[in-house]
């Protein structure tokens, strides 16, 4: 019988997630920072002459957009209602990335300890905080309203309805201005946009996502970054060098302490300035169904719900979460496979099928980069 390209990923994903503790823990997993066994290509089952050429190719194909440090010029939204940079923005490093098989590094390019923005990839670290939440009942099911837990952004007729679920898929619809900057202006076309009923529509919009990270921020009444730290980061080994920014006027009083509201990608600035090594650490805790070692980070059901397709936008799960079943962003890659994207392109691929991780910044050609890799697998 054949199955769907939906159905196979379920599957796979499935296997992974239940794996007995004593399997996840045989696999190998890199010690802190730096400490990162090499594999040499062949001995991991590539081709190196066919990854290095692969390697070569994002080399070649670096990102177009102007290299410098104006967000509105990097989107080419200089001329946005209220597209004024509010946060920190840092201009672009060369292409670089890394190619990891089995938890090893097979392959390398360019300078992966450099911190660079990473735009809306930062949106998956934002959902992991929440995957975080609701691991923890600080989220009792993401069909609440979120006005339930942050009254004051969800008081109108029409925010009022807004669920979690909604939020994290880029289906709210929230209608307002957060930070200065109203929800309409948002990649805009030159007509505002019309009220969109909760649920109804799927768009991509920062303003909505920032609404998600103040009402997170809310849940768990301390910064996000200390909780993503903490949870994430420290236990996977990652390095002390990325930062998480928010916006010189994201700034809120909580309990007595004044906090920063984190952002959710670059648009405006701000959001995850991070390294391609530490981007690989996170896939790699993803690929392994959230397990490192023999401890538990992100449960099962969270896995299963960022990776489920959104039905509005079925290549699309839970903030930046990209699915691969339909073919529609990259053709050359599984259908089994996730992606994590954002502008630029920064990428981190998730490939169970064939157990890799690839990180890649500031590539123009990610389907040919792709099918090159995948080439060098040796079947």
């Not at 730096?34 to 062949?42: F, L």
Request: include cysteine; proline fraction near 7%.
């Amino acid at each position: 019988m054949k199955r769907s390209p939906r159905a196979c990923w379920a599957l796979l994903l499935a296997a992974l997630l239940t794996l007995p503790a004593a399997a996840q823990t045989a696999h190998y997993y890199p010690g802190r920072w730096d400490q990162w066994e090499r594999r040499d290509p062949a001995q991991a089952g590539l081709d190196p002459a066919r990854l290095e050429e692969a390697m070569a190719f994002a080399r070649a194909h670096y990102a177009p957009q102007p290299r410098d440090k104006s967000g509105a010029a990097f989107f080419g939204q200089a001329g946005e209602p209220y597209g004024d940079i509010i946060g920190p923005t840092r201009e672009r490093g060369p292409s670089n990335g890394l190619i990891v098989r089995n938890g090893r590094i097979v392959g390398e390019w360019g300078d992966t300890r450099r911190v660079d923005m990473t735009y809306s990839v930062t949106k998956t670290y934002l959902s992991t905080v929440a995957g975080l939440a609701l691991d923890r009942g600080l989220i009792r099911d993401l069909g609440d309203r979120v006005g339930e837990y942050l009254p004051e952004l969800f008081e109108s007729e029409h925010n009022a309805p807004i669920a979690w679920h909604q939020l994290l898929n880029q289906t709210s619809g929230w209608q307002g201005t957060l930070w200065g900057k109203p929800d309409w202006a948002d990649r805009f076309d030159g007509t505002r946009r019309a009220p969109e009923a909760p649920g109804r529509h799927w768009r991509y919009n920062d303003v909505r996502v920032n609404v998600l990270a103040l009402s997170l921020l809310h849940v768990w009444r301390r910064p996000l970054p200390q909780v993503l730290k903490e949870l994430v980061m420290d236990p996977i080994g990652a390095s002390p060098t990325w930062r998480w920014h928010g916006y010189r006027n994201s700034w809120v009083a909580l309990d007595g302490l004044r906090m920063q509201s984190v952002s959710g990608g670059g648009h405006w600035g701000g959001g995850m300035f991070i390294s391609s090594r530490d981007h690989a650490r996170f896939g790699y805790l993803i690929l392994r169904g959230g397990q490192w070692q023999d401890r538990r980070i992100l449960s099962p059901e969270w896995i299963r719900l960022a990776s489920r397709p959104t039905e509005l936008q079925p290549t699309y799960g839970y903030m930046n979460w990209y699915v691969n079943s339909r073919k529609k962003h990259y053709p050359s890659a599984p259908s089994t496979s996730i992606f994590f994207l954002g502008a630029g392109t920064n990428l981190i691929w998730i490939d169970p099928e064939h157990d890799l991780v690839v990180v890649a910044r500031w590539l123009s050609d990610v389907d040919s980069f792709l099918r090159r890799v995948l080439e060098a697998v040796n079947k």
